[in-house]
């Protein structure tokens, strides 16, 4: 049995801990609102790849890209708040 080991040196070092962090996984949740709406506006965006636009897909279209507008003001809000101390000069 022949082993395969690399000849270069590693690029990236290896960290024993490739799980993310606490402050990550806060990170992604504070943003999951606006991933999940833009998932939404994307689907339905590809739902018209294949044939012409109707009434209902515009108006779909347009809710989606509502919730994606409300998603990111909310996450804009929340961190201008996180970020805030005290109050107004």
Do not use: C, Y
Not at 15 to 22: A, F, I, M, Q, R
Not at 48 to 58: G, K, M, Q, Y
Not at 61 to 69: E, F, G
């Amino acid at each position: 049995m022949k082993h395969i080991a690399a000849l270069q040196k590693v690029v990236t070092p290896w960290s024993g801990g490739l799980e993310p962090t606490d402050a990550e996984l806060d990170a992604i949740e504070a943003e999951m609102d606006v991933v999940l709406a833009e998932v939404e506006l994307l689907d339905a965006l590809i739902v018209l790849l294949d044939r012409p636009a109707s009434e209902f897909d515009a108006r779909r279209i347009r809710r989606a890209h509502h919730r994606v507008l409300v998603a990111r003001r909310d996450a804009a809000n929340r961190a201008a708040g996180a970020q805030v101390s005290g109050d107004a000069a």
